[in-house]
């Protein structure tokens, strides 16, 4: 007898029974809803809730005022070396050429320069998009060779006021930007999520096939993973089972 077949008949049996018996069908469907709502609810809601701390910036930095200051707007402050690597996120040094000395009455300025430049300390600022140790990312790759903009990856972040919140992963100790916020996996923007699934898809999508050979530096600026650990050249090429390129 056929799965659909039993349905019906099993249908047919309970619409049959006097409507005493019927009633005592509906709890068991109402406790598996029940259960399928709570189950939704812990999973969705509170387990993200629980897995996630949340942390302050040490500075609320606002991007806004920083890019109508500057001429090269990210590039002023994140800016490639003249070995070919990336510098990052600013290091005090950088700061203290504008801000040695506070320049108007906003507390988050008052408190880097009192607490970090008079003292000489680095922020600890919290990486949003720090990647597992073992993954090695190369911004001139992408920015230079690729021509990507950095919103692609980053999102707006140039037009924000405030610092988000630092999410961190208690078990991972990775920021939630990796991951991304929607607990499913889906994504609308190509900034909400930093899996590798996404460099691949991007990859792939755009079909790179880009030897190291061509890039837009000498192969003794930046080296690859590869080359670091062993000081062999690389041979490795930026296509989508390449695995040494992105993983050291």
């Not at 755009?206 to 837009?216: G, N």
């Amino acid at each position: 007898m056929s799965l659909r077949i039993g349905y019906r008949l099993r249908i047919q049996q309970v619409l049959s029974l006097p409507s005493a018996r019927r009633g005592h069908e509906c709890p068991s469907i109402h406790r598996f809803l029940l259960g399928l709502a709570a189950s939704l609810v812990l999973g969705w809601v509170i387990f993200p809730k629980l897995l996630y701390s949340q942390k302050k910036q040490p500075i609320d930095f606002n991007h806004v005022l920083h890019v109508e200051a500057v001429e090269e707007e990210c590039e002023s402050c994140h800016f490639f070396r003249e070995d070919g690597s990336f510098s990052g996120i600013p290091k005090l040094a950088q700061c203290v050429e504008c801000h040695e000395d506070v320049q108007g009455e906003d507390p988050n300025e008052v408190k880097f320069v009192e607490e970090y430049v008079a003292n000489g300390r680095e922020v600890p600022w919290l990486v949003y998009a720090r990647q597992p140790d073992c993954v090695f990312f190369s911004h001139a790759a992408h920015v230079k060779k690729a021509e990507m903009d950095c919103g692609t990856c980053h999102g707006h972040i140039g037009e924000s006021k405030h610092s988000r919140v630092y999410e961190k992963n208690r078990i991972t100790g990775y920021s939630r930007d990796i991951w991304g916020k929607n607990i499913s996996g889906l994504r609308k923007y190509t900034w909400e999520r930093m899996k590798m699934d996404d460099c691949a898809e991007c990859h792939a999508t755009k079909e790179i096939k880009t030897d190291v050979e061509t890039l837009p530096w000498p192969l003794n600026w930046a080296p690859l993973p590869y080359e670091k650990q062993t000081g062999n050249q690389a041979s490795v090429k930026t296509v989508k089972e390449a695995c040494f390129v992105c993983h050291k």
